[in-house]
């Protein structure tokens, strides 16, 4: 199952709700994500959170599920109930942007949840990030600029072919070396490592 889920951070362009809402099978909010999507011009089929942020109005048909536990930020809340409704790929819309500190949280929720579906993506404005499997190829068209971070300390063994400036059994670690702004010279794109945790950022 395809599930849209839209955090309350920045809003994401009309064209890019648009595409992920029309592939979607099922749409979840995340608290104020609902306020979002209303100003888009649609509601999601159901609010999910501690329901602080979402303004709710008459007569309009959505479930709401008021979970007020606060050991669980709301975008975990509602990855929760995307698994235990089957979803299998997930795009998350409004993860990032706003508050730093909200961003921060999200992509560590992105590792926490990342083995329970098949498919885990964060979209914005600027383009989309996952936490890669150890083997990744792709196709993705030449001039691409494409990032590689370290999400959690260090990354080892990273091998990387198509890419402008490519790693050959290197490592990538916080605050010592990262893989930001390489650039896509030949497709597909494969990158494999052997330890950590391995985010990909594709810009639009």
């Not at 209303?38 to 008021?66: A, M, W």
């Not at 508050?99 to 992509?107: A, E, G, I, S, W």
């Not at 070396?177 to 639009?204: C, H, Q």
Request: glycine content about 8%; charged content about 20%.
């Amino acid at each position: 199952m395809n599930i849209m889920i839209l955090c309350n951070g920045q809003a994401p362009p009309r064209p890019l709700f648009t595409e992920i809402f029309q592939w979607a099978d099922l749409f979840i909010a995340a608290d104020g994500g609902g306020n979002t999507a209303r100003s888009l011009g649609t509601l999601p089929d159901y609010v999910i959170g501690d329901l602080d942020s979402f303004e709710s109005q008459k007569d309009e048909n959505i479930d709401l599920l008021h979970k007020p536990d606060q050991n669980s930020n709301d975008l975990e809340k509602a990855l929760q109930f995307a698994c235990d409704q089957g979803g299998t790929h997930i795009r998350v819309l409004g993860a990032t942007g706003r508050r730093l500190d909200h961003t921060l949280k999200n992509l560590s929720v992105l590792k926490q949840f990342n083995n329970q579906f098949q498919k885990l993506l964060f979209m914005d404005a600027y383009g989309k990030i996952q936490l890669l499997p150890r083997n990744f190829s792709r196709e993705i068209p030449p001039e691409t600029t494409v990032s590689l971070f370290p999400l959690s300390g260090k990354v080892t063994g990273i091998i990387t072919e198509g890419l402008q400036f490519p790693l050959d059994d290197e490592v990538l670690e916080n605050g010592i070396r990262d893989g930001s702004s390489n650039k896509v010279v030949a497709t597909p794109v494969s990158i494999t490592y052997k330890e950590g945790d391995l985010l990909l950022f594709i810009a639009k």
